[in-house]
């Protein structure tokens, strides 16, 4: 059974830092590009960024290229967001999903990724 969780979210003032992890279980997880999407309510759910399976590629979307960085370990089936410069805009549930294949394509489509966590929660506050 693949177990996706996230965790790492919170509130924090703008300008702040946060780092989002994801670990997930019941898979390899190396065979897996990763991915980040979020939804602030009212919206659809945007993707954020990607890395594929060794981490040599990363993708992210225009507004948060320069101050959010994508990593994983695959030696401990982690995923990692590391968020900075944090604006009131980038509140939202961040959710972590494991891609259906290892490497990513940008725009991020979330109907091809397998799968996802229950999100955790990321609140700017101005």
């Known amino acids: 059974q693949v177990q996706v969780v996230e965790s790492g979210g919170g509130l924090v003032q703008a300008g702040g830092s946060l780092r989002l992890s994801c670990t997930a279980s019941?898979?390899?997880?190396?065979?897996?590009?990763m991915g980040w999407f979020r939804q602030a309510p009212g919206k659809e759910r945007e993707g954020v960024s990607c890395i594929n399976w060794r981490g040599a590629s990363t993708y992210y979307s225009d507004s948060n290229k320069g101050r959010f960085t994508i990593s994983r370990d695959n030696a401990k089936n982690t995923l990692y967001l590391q968020m900075n410069s944090l604006k009131p805009e980038d509140t939202a549930m961040y959710y972590c999903?494991?891609?259906?294949?290892?490497?990513?394509?940008?725009?991020?489509?979330?109907?091809?990724?397998?799968?996802w966590g229950q999100g955790t929660q990321v609140t700017v506050s101005s």
């Open positions: 019941g898979l390899t997880f190396a065979n897996y590009a």
């Open positions: 999903a494991a891609l259906t294949r290892d490497y990513c394509h940008w725009p991020l489509v979330a109907a091809n990724f397998a799968y």
